[in-house]
């Protein structure tokens, strides 16, 4: 695990010309937010680039088997989650409400 400091995103182009800045995650793990290629709607990837994947409570190494462990997120997508992520910066938990309970 790495101590918690700031991300300090610092975007730069990749090669094919969209922003993409890398971070590591409470880990240590490789992560990056990254503008998509998407033709027909603006999109971002999200996520781990590589190192560990945790499947439910099993721990599976690097190059034991392969995850796409990156979001591909529409704005619309993204607008919905800004909530639920605001509420746990403010409140340090998920908030619950019945219309967002799985039934």
């Given at each position: 695990?790495?101590?918690e400091k700031k991300l300090n995103l610092k975007f730069q182009p990749t090669q094919?010309?969209?922003?993409?800045?890398?971070f590591k995650?409470?880990?240590g793990d490789d992560c990056s937010i990254q503008m998509s290629s998407l033709a027909d709607r603006e999109a971002i990837w999200l996520g781990r680039d590589g190192?560990?994947?945790y499947l439910g409570t099993q721990v599976v190494e690097k190059g034991?088997?392969?995850?796409?462990?990156?979001?591909?997120l529409t704005r619309k997508q993204v607008k919905e989650l800004?909530?639920?992520?605001q509420f746990f910066v403010d409140n340090g938990s998920l908030p619950i409400k019945k219309a967002m309970l799985k039934k």
């Amino acid at each position: 695990m790495i101590d918690e400091k700031k991300l300090n995103l610092k975007f730069q182009p990749t090669q094919r010309g969209f922003l993409k800045a890398e971070f590591k995650d409470y880990y240590g793990d490789d992560c990056s937010i990254q503008m998509s290629s998407l033709a027909d709607r603006e999109a971002i990837w999200l996520g781990r680039d590589g190192g560990t994947h945790y499947l439910g409570t099993q721990v599976v190494e690097k190059g034991d088997y392969t995850c796409a462990a990156r979001m591909h997120l529409t704005r619309k997508q993204v607008k919905e989650l800004l909530p639920v992520l605001q509420f746990f910066v403010d409140n340090g938990s998920l908030p619950i409400k019945k219309a967002m309970l799985k039934k």
